[in-house]
């Protein structure tokens, strides 16, 4: 079955700390896959994507995701972590197939201790 | 308009009432999605439209919800005889291509958030 799990259900850094947050996802096929966040009473909205080509992809606001195919993994990463990144993390993923739905992670809660 | 809005923001229902949800997309948005996010959860799919057609309603939890965008913009979702465990945030997403392998990426609107008591 296609699912996406994110290991972390809460993570808490303080500020200028490296973050990373783990995302596998399980699908049959070749996949798009998508890093989306929530901020404090905001909508969901786009962080960054991977469609193709460069398995190293970047995003706004200094993110960057890595997708390792061996590892079924899709990590997101950002060097120095601000007070303004506490926010709700999802991992999702789509498989190419025609109309396919994307499938969205339970979510990672970041918080940054100023 | 500028943005994804859905209606109401907050829906309290007893149990056993029936609830109605709008969403309406960005201007031009032929692909419109419905997700239901469950406290402490990510978004769980319902369905899906391209223009007035429901090419996916394979998330739809039972046959007490019905969805419809029956000209191809505004959007409904409609849960009968509401029970405890529909309560969650119906969230309403659109993307201006079809989902045809597409990798459009989706603009959410803040949700409903429906209590049933």
């Known amino acids: 079955a296609q699912s996406v799990s994110q290991h972390n259900h809460h993570v808490i850094l303080s500020e200028a700390a490296s973050l990373e947050l783990g995302c596998n996802y399980s699908y049959g096929g070749t996949v798009n896959l998508f890093w989306y966040v929530q901020y404090p009473g905001q909508h969901l909205q786009l962080l960054l994507k991977?469609?193709?080509?460069?398995?190293l992809v970047k995003g706004i606001k200094g993110f960057e995701a890595e997708f390792i195919k061996s590892k079924f993994s899709f990590n997101l990463r950002k060097p120095s972590v601000q007070w303004s990144d506490t926010a709700e993390y999802f991992c999702a993923a789509k498989g190419r197939s025609s109309a396919s739905k994307i499938i969205f992670g339970s979510g990672t809660r970041l918080s940054i201790r100023p | 308009g500028a943005g994804v809005s859905q209606s109401p923001r907050y829906k309290v229902a007893k149990r056993g009432q029936d609830v109605a949800l709008r969403c309406d997309p960005i201007s031009g948005h032929v692909s419109l999605f419905w997700y239901q996010q469950a406290l402490g959860q990510g978004p769980e799919f319902l369905t899906y439209f391209q223009n007035e057609a429901q090419l996916d309603k394979s998330g739809l939890p039972s046959d007490r919800f019905f969805a419809e965008r029956p000209e191809g913009s505004v959007s409904t979702l409609k849960i009968q005889r509401t029970q405890q465990e529909d309560s969650a945030v119906y969230l309403c997403a659109s993307s201006l291509a079809p989902q045809t392998g597409s990798n459009e990426k989706l603009f959410f609107g803040s949700g409903t958030q429906l209590s049933v008591l």
């Open positions: 991977y469609f193709s080509g460069d398995p």
